[in-house]
């Protein structure tokens, strides 16, 4: 077959689709199923995805004991940067006497936190692969003529391993990876996959029952939330760069604080309002620092020098020479105040805290400390 021939255009690069976890585990358990009730031993199996797009997969590893068959499909994750590339999805069918069962085996994790699509204690197999699987089942037992019943377990050798590496620790799903895919197909560098991701951290947050959040970028505030305030870990969800994605989806969960911490270097953005800090959709943090400079009274040549610097710690530097950072950095946080509150619309309550790993806090919203020491001093 050799790899999936489907494409996608990014900024104007060419990027090759692969195929989720989720057809995976359909395909093979399609295929263990046609070995089990003597239909043959397929090199392939045919699928159709959800988004419409049919699959032909290789099959692998292919064996047939009494009672059992077992086979697995290779994960292509296509031009996409994904954990799971090249892992062997394995299905494993047995007859039973009614009814379709579908469980995980080794290297499926378990969800052991409400909030996400599967149920506590059940294996992390999302609701449209489970769709799939089953369809795929129920297409070969009536082409096989077979009424009695399937169990299906699906199966990833190294599973537990590759998800300490994923975001599945952080979603309470232990001892092993998911099964994805709404559309059956992997898109690469999805955006819409990153948010979804953050959204489900969301999700696992409010159904413990939290009605307070905090967002940060990344890695940066994460270590300085840790090393600097007295937050429970657990109501912390990074938004990498989209933060009016995830600005929004707390307004339908029903948060009713969030605090938003971190690293100048992106959150100085959101005093221009830009919600999504990706380096290409806007960087605007010496435009900012310069404006507001000038609003307090620097003049040409400083804020020349502003314009120059390349980071925003160079800038701070600038600043404090002049003797103008308190005043700027409180401009700029009444800006960052005004957009956060403009994109909740009332929903919550809003505040930032902005900082530098050079000089620490930089700048704060009005009501940052109080909403920081709320949240401090909830009970995890």
Known sequence: MGKLDYYIY????????????????????????????????????????????????????????????????????????????????????????TGFLLTGGAGIGTV?????????????????????????????????????????????????????RTFNPRLGIEGGISILGTSGIVEPMSEKALIATIEAEMDVIRAAGRREIVLTPGNYGADFIAGHTRIDPGRTVKCSNFLGEALDYAARCGFRQV??????????????????????????????????????GAGKETAARLMGCV?????????????????????VMERVAFYLEARAKGAFETGAILFSNRFGVLGQTENAEKLRKEMEGKAK
């Open 10 to 97: 990014q900024n104007g690069e060419r990027l090759r689709c692969g195929y989720t976890t989720g057809s995976c585990a359909a395909g093979a358990a399609a295929a263990a199923v046609q070995m089990l009730l003597g239909l043959g031993r397929p090199a392939q199996v045919g699928i159709k995805t959800p988004k419409g797009i049919p699959l032909t997969l290789d099959i692998e590893d292919i064996h047939l004991a009494e009672g059992a068959a077992s086979c697995a499909v290779r994960k292509d994750g296509g031009d996409d940067i994904d954990a799971t590339d090249g892992l062997c999805i394995y299905a494993t069918a047995r007859k039973r006497e």
């Open 112 to 164: 052991t936190r409400p909030g996400l699509e599967c149920a506590v204690g059940e294996a992390a197999i999302n609701r449209v692969p489970r769709r799939m699987i089953r369809e795929a089942v129920e297409r070969v037992c009536v082409e096989a003529g077979y009424e009695g019943g399937i169990w299906v377990e699906i199966s990833v050798p190294g599973g537990e391993e590759i998800a300490r």
């Open 259 to 296: 605090l938003l911490i971190g690293h100048a270097g992106k959150l100085i953005k959101v005093a221009a309002g830009v919600m999504n800090t990706h380096s290409r959709t806007a960087d605007c943090r010496m435009e900012v620092l310069t404006a507001h400079a000038a609003l307090c």
């Open 311 to 331: 980071t925003v710690d160079d800038a701070v530097s600038v600043l404090r020479e002049e003797g103008l950072l308190a005043h700027v950095m409180a401009s």
